[in-house]
């Protein structure tokens, strides 16, 4: 079953985010793009790569109006000790939620039950709080930061153009496409 325009449930998350604790809740996606990036726990091998590269990234996704949220199922304190252990994960100012209950990890549909971690999974989420793209991948396989902004800024485009589509590989800047109703129809 798809999560194309699932809306996110009502939740409360406590933040790791520039050395302090904030609650996130539904309420600060409203009107705003977020991406929810998932990974399996904090103190492993791919995730720092990810995590640096998402903040290496972190100015551009915030020009396009995106909030990123690190989501893993460790608590905050766990998040407090990686962010003060490691280099990578130092550099982080984006908020890194703590989902110890499973709560975001099932409503999101990538909690592995039977490790209490949650799969590498990536989302999109709509300025209505409705998910638009989603990838999931394999643990031991690693994200794309540069690709998924890219995906955001498509998805942000067909929302503001909702008659043009943005083919493989699109760019901001670059044409897009203009379905025909009668080829739709033939569709």
Not at 31 to 47: E, H, L, R
Not at 48 to 63: G, I, S, V
Not at 107 to 133: S, Y
Request: hydrophobic share 40%.
């Amino acid at each position: 079953m798809s999560l194309i325009n699932k809306e996110v449930s009502e939740f409360t998350a406590v933040a790791y985010q520039n050395e302090d604790f904030h609650p996130v809740t539904k309420a600060d996606l409203v009107g705003k793009w977020s991406v929810f990036f998932f990974y399996p726990a904090d103190f492993t091998f791919v995730c720092p790569t990810e995590l640096e590269d998402l903040q290496n990234n972190y100015e551009k996704f915030k020009a396009e109006g995106c909030e990123i949220y690190s989501v893993s199922c460790d608590s905050q304190f766990v998040h407090k000790a990686w962010h003060d252990h490691s280099e990578k994960i130092s550099k982080l100012t984006y908020p890194m939620l703590a989902d110890p209950t499973h709560a975001i990890a099932r409503d999101f549909e990538v909690l592995i039950e039977d490790a209490g971690q949650a799969e590498r999974g990536t989302f999109i989420v709509n300025p209505e709080c409705k998910i638009v793209a989603y990838e999931v991948n394999s643990g031991n396989v690693g994200r794309n930061a540069d690709e998924l902004l890219r995906k955001l800024q498509a998805c942000k485009f067909v929302a503001e153009h909702g008659d043009q589509v943005c083919p493989a590989k699109w760019q901001p800047g670059a044409e897009t496409l203009k379905p025909s109703l009668d080829l739709v129809g033939a569709l």
